[in-house]
């Protein structure tokens, strides 16, 4: 098996200015990236357990927030988080598919979420820069990508480190951006996706629940219906 750094370094991240037959080539990337970290094989079959029981939660009761919220006891919480956001990086690459054909450099050439937010890529080494929307979101999730598989910061994804609880964090804060986006400028194509995922739901619920964001961190507000 590939490591996943050695197929993201044959298929470096997407810059800005992807086309969008570029965008589907590098959402196929990442679903094999975030597919092929490399496991000890005494860690697989209860790694394996933990992402499989997650993605049962979503699969068979994607209203039911409450089996996220709930952890497993045989589960250590760090783990739990840290599935739970592998798992949201590759759902929203669904959501960037729903996106494509509206999203692009024309309707969205800066990432915004209404005219009061606007955010910078901070993908292009120590100078943030703009991005598209579409740009941003991909970037963004490629990044992501990338650090849960890094070997510094998530070396087991059966231990993982307090300190790269952290890192989850930061990378929910930049995930929600694009949840923002889509809410506030795609609404249409955001509330079909959500009655179908409850992926926005799922994550703000969870990410409040675990403290990996705090309300003040959630803006623009997201309001979904109850
Ligand atoms: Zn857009
Ligand atoms: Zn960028």
């Given amino acids: 098996m590939s490591s996943p750094s050695a197929t993201l370094a044959r298929h470096p991240p997407t810059l800005p200015g992807t086309s969008r037959e570029g965008m589907a080539q590098a ?16 860690d697989y079959e209860s790694t394996m357990a933990t992402m499989e029981y997650m993605q049962a939660c979503r699969d068979s009761a994607p209203h039911d927030i409450s089996l996220f919220l709930n952890l497993p006891p045989s ?16 759902d929203l690459g669904f959501l960037l598919v729903a996106l494509a054909s509206e999203c692009d450099a024309q309707t969205c050439p800066k990432m915004q979420a209404t005219e009061s937010w ?7 080494g120590k100078q943030p820069k703009t991005c598209t929307a579409m740009d941003y979101a991909l970037h963004t ?10 070997q510094q910061h998530f ?32 609404r249409e194509t955001f509330d079909r996706e959500e009655r179908a995922t409850f992926l926005t739901r799922r994550f703000v619920s969870f990410v ?3 403290k990996l964001m705090n309300q003040s961190q959630l803006m623009p507000p997201i309001e979904l219906p109850e």
Avoid at 27 to 42: D, M, N
Avoid at 118 to 123: I, S, V
Wanted: glycine share 2%; net charge positive.
């Fill in 208 to 210: 409040l629940h675990f």
């Fill in 27 to 42: 959402l196929e990337r990442l679903s094999t990236a975030a597919q092929s970290t490399p496991l000890q094989a005494q």
């Fill in 141 to 150: 999730i490629t990044a992501c990508s990338i650090s849960l598989n890094s």
């Fill in 155 to 186: 070396p087991n994804r059966l231990t993982i480190p307090a300190s790269s609880v952290d890192q989850l964090g930061n990378m929910c804060r930049r995930l929600y951006r694009i949840f923002a986006h889509a809410y506030c400028h795609h």
């Fill in 75 to 90: 589960i250590d919480q760090p783990c739990w988080l840290y599935e739970f956001v592998r798992l949201t990086v590759r």
């Fill in 118 to 124: 606007m955010f910078l890529c901070a993908q292009h």
